[in-house]
């Protein structure tokens, strides 16, 4: 069986701020950057045969540091970039509940339902992820892989992988879930939202 293990890239200072970041480019903090290492040594003893990671910078130093400690390269994968959140990106949580209430609401109830302003749906970034794990799980039949994205496009694989509810992807962004989750990978067919081929 292959499991994955889902790694989410450290804080950055949109984290600390409350701010949303989606697809912005920022370096890990300082504070990041140090609870990351931390991570890194938790994970030492889990035998990880490769690592794919977004393309962001603060993706790219969660990964680094993680690949040094479990003896690995980092692999990147356009595909695995951030939920592009549009318009949204840079605003501050309270200011979008504040100023678009009912928008707010809605993404917190049923995100799907709900497209940022110039921005990517989340069936969108399903879909790019469905065929990530599912190429992946061709090539990679047992062991364990780790994939290393922010929130909230981790979230976002939590549902691929689990058949999972989205959660609260308003809190997703202040990154305050679990630093990593190792997760069975369901087989090719059983991916969240997926069909059967005809044959």
């Known amino acids: 069986m292959l499991n994955i293990l889902l790694i989410r890239t450290g804080q950055t200072d949109y984290d600390t701020q409350g701010r949303i970041q989606g697809t912005i480019d920022l370096p890990l903090s300082d504070e990041g950057r140090q609870k990351v290492a931390g991570l890194a040594g938790e994970l030492s003893q889990i035998p990880v045969e490769a690592i794919f990671a977004g393309p962001g910078v603060a993706t790219q130093q969660t ?3 993680v690949a040094d400690f479990l003896n690995q390269k980092v692999k990147s994968n356009k595909n695995l970039r951030n ?3 549009g318009l949204w990106q840079g605003m501050l ?7 678009q209430p009912k928008v707010y609401r809605k993404w917190l109830e049923n995100p799907e339902t709900v497209c940022p302003p110039e921005g ?3 069936q969108a970034a399903q879909e790019r992820l469905q065929d990530v794990v599912a190429k992946l799980s061709k090539k990679h039949k047992e062991g364990t892989v780790a994939f290393v994205v922010p929130e909230p496009l981790a979230s976002i694989l939590v ?3 689990r058949d999972a509810d989205f959660g609260n992807l308003w809190q997703s962004c202040c990154q ?3 630093a990593w989750e190792l997760i069975p ?3 090719p067919l059983a991916i969240a939202g997926s069909t059967p081929s005809a044959e």
């Open 120 to 122: 990517e749906t989340l």
């Open 63 to 65: 990964a680094e540091l």
């Open 185 to 187: 990978a369901p087989q």
């Open 159 to 161: 549902h691929v992988l």
């Open 176 to 178: 305050s879930r679990p």
């Open 83 to 85: 939920l592009d959140l």
């Open 93 to 99: 949580i309270a200011d979008v509940k504040s100023n």
